[in-house]
């Protein structure tokens, strides 16, 4: 039985490194641009994305900690913040005393709104623009893997 690793080729670290500068890039840039266009994260911009294509703008927070991959205290502090914007409510479930729903408020809403253009611009410019039309088929392919 062999336990020695199997290491990186010189080329599979190439790609390894390039991959992981790459992701580290693009969420700083998203986040840089959330930041100065709507005062949140890109973290907090995803919840609001997912809440606002959720059934009544609304999911209850175990689902919502599952969506963004945050741990369920990590999700409290970030709700908490939307909660203080207005962008956000919390809402007891009536099914299960533990439980409870984050509901996009319509104030959530509307920042979402005036700040989708802006960050589907950040996406387009730093990843879309940048590939041809194969290349981004070819991206989609292996991220899907």
């Given amino acids: 039985m062999n336990d020695e690793p199997r290491w990186l080729t ?70 908490a913040r939307l909660e203080k914007n207005g962008w956000v409510r919390r809402e007891d479930c009536p099914s299960d005393k533990r439980g409870q729903f984050t509901i996009l408020t319509d104030e959530g809403y509307e920042v979402l709104r005036r700040t989708a253009p802006g960050h589907v611009n950040a996406v387009r410019q730093a990843v879309f623009d940048r590939l041809t039309p194969e290349q981004q088929k070819s991206l989609g392919e292996i991220m899907r893997t």
């Avoid at 949140?40 to 599952?66: C, D, F, N, W």
């Fill in 10 to 79: 010189a080329e599979e670290q190439l790609v390894w490194r390039s991959y992981i500068e790459a992701a580290t890039l693009l969420e700083d840039h998203l986040d840089r641009q959330l930041q100065r266009d709507a005062g949140m994260p890109h973290v907090y911009y995803g919840l609001l994305v997912k809440l606002a294509e959720s059934p009544r703008r609304r999911l209850r927070m175990t689902e919502l900690a599952k969506y963004a991959k945050i741990t369920r205290s990590r999700l409290s502090h970030a709700v």
